[in-house]
């Protein structure tokens, strides 16, 4: 079971600095949208904390003795990702290694010294793996086709061969809420089954734990959170620059789902945690015939 630090309860873990509201006299507009923008940031903070521990408790994403390799893209969620972490390195009581790890695909005009100084200011430990998937990508997938799974075979493949190598005993990847609801429906459309990314898993070949610390966080929240904190984002130049991708197809329907219907979103995200197999078809699952 997971313990906080005994000399910090649940709020001091969780809360930041909250400003107090205060009459504003006459040329002080300007001050509002500032005390709207912290409310906001200190919110996204302490959900994002809090999000992220539900999750490491609910799966026990986390241990003592762990070494966890932090995979950094460059983007907000893995940069969100490897902040919380470190907080709770520091604040939790669970005694665990980082290491942050970047995968250079050698994508032409990639900042290749963006993330190095960035980690060794941060005081991380940290290794950079330079291996050219971006050309056999280029060379494999036809000029406006997906390259998105064949890029994530290579990324996998190289990051597994890394864990084993640093002695890592948890993998961890940036997806977030957003991207696990999106994957659902990806899954069913396209492939005829009801799946998704799961916070915690076993690689096929049973050598590698790979963890989703921020499965619980909305992407809204962390947008705020990682424009408060700067962090130096890397744009990636393969599938962020895909605008016809499924994802993006799927991720314009959900928010024009919540539009109309508020609250549909955490609705699906919580039915994903409330599976009733005997309610389904899957002879698999529940074996109808001996009923």
Same mark, same amino acid.
């Given at each position: 079971?997971? /313990?906080?630090?005994?000399?910090?309860?649940?709020?001091?873990?969780?809360?930041?600095?909250?400003?107090?509201?205060?009459?504003?006299?006459?040329?002080?507009?300007?001050?509002?949208?500032?005390?709207?923008?912290?409310?906001?940031?200190?919110?996204?903070?302490?959900?994002?904390?809090?999000?992220?521990?539900?999750?490491?408790?609910?799966?026990?994403?986390?241990?003592?003795?762990?070494?966890?390799?932090?995979?950094?893209?460059?983007?907000?969620?893995?940069?969100?990702?490897?902040?919380?972490?470190?907080?709770?390195?520091?604040?939790s009581d669970i005694k665990?290694?980082?290491?942050?790890?970047?995968?250079?695909?050698?994508?032409?005009?990639?900042?290749?010294?963006?993330?190095?100084?960035?980690?060794?200011?941060?005081?991380?430990?940290?290794?950079?793996?330079?291996?050219?998937?971006?050309?056999?990508?280029?060379?494999?997938? /036809?000029?406006?086709?997906?390259?998105?799974?064949?890029?994530?075979?290579?990324?996998?493949?190289?990051?597994?061969?890394?864990? /084993?190598?640093?002695?890592?005993?948890?993998?961890?990847?940036?997806?977030?809420?957003?991207?696990?609801?999106?994957?659902f429906f990806m899954n069913?459309?396209?492939?005829?089954?009801?799946?998704?990314?799961?916070?915690?898993?076993?690689? $096929?070949?049973?050598?590698?734990?790979?963890?989703?610390?921020?499965?619980?966080?909305?992407?809204?929240?962390?947008?705020?959170?990682?424009?408060?904190?700067?962090?130096?984002?890397i744009p990636c130049t393969?599938?962020?620059?895909? /605008?016809?991708?499924?994802?993006?197809?799927?991720?314009?329907?959900?928010?024009?789902?919540?539009?109309?219907?508020?609250?549909?979103?955490?609705?699906?995200?919580?039915?994903?945690?409330?599976?009733?197999?005997?309610?389904?078809? $899957?002879?698999?699952?529940?074996?109808?015939?001996?009923?």
């Amino acid at each position: 079971m997971l /313990e906080k630090k005994k000399s910090i309860n649940s709020e001091q873990m969780f809360k930041t600095t909250v400003e107090t509201e205060e009459g504003l006299s006459d040329g002080q507009e300007s001050n509002v949208s500032e005390k709207e923008h912290r409310k906001l940031v200190n919110r996204a903070t302490k959900h994002l904390r809090r999000d992220v521990w539900a999750a490491m408790e609910t799966y026990q994403l986390i241990e003592n003795g762990d070494r966890v390799m932090v995979c950094l893209s460059g983007g907000k969620d893995s940069y969100t990702m490897l902040d919380v972490l470190l907080h709770f390195q520091k604040e939790s009581d669970i005694k665990f290694d980082i290491v942050a790890i970047n995968l250079d695909q050698k994508q032409p005009g990639f900042p290749e010294e963006i993330l190095p100084n960035y980690l060794t200011d941060l005081g991380v430990e940290f290794k950079i793996l330079e291996k050219d998937t971006y050309s056999i990508v280029r060379e494999k997938i /036809e000029l406006g086709k997906t390259m998105c799974s064949l890029c994530s075979r290579l990324r996998r493949g190289n990051l597994y061969t890394l864990a /084993e190598e640093l002695g890592a005993t948890k993998i961890a990847l940036g997806h977030h809420r957003d991207d696990i609801i999106e994957t659902f429906f990806m899954n069913l459309f396209n492939g005829a089954k009801v799946e998704t990314m799961p916070a915690k898993y076993r690689t $096929d070949d049973g050598k590698h734990v790979v963890i989703r610390p921020l499965a619980f966080c909305k992407e809204s929240e962390i947008e705020v959170y990682a424009e408060e904190k700067k962090f130096p984002i890397i744009p990636c130049t393969l599938c962020g620059s895909q /605008e016809n991708l499924m994802r993006k197809k799927v991720k314009r329907m959900i928010a024009q789902w919540e539009k109309e219907f508020p609250g549909r979103s955490s609705s699906i995200f919580n039915a994903l945690k409330n599976i009733n197999p005997t309610h389904l078809l $899957d002879t698999d699952l529940f074996d109808f015939k001996n009923i």
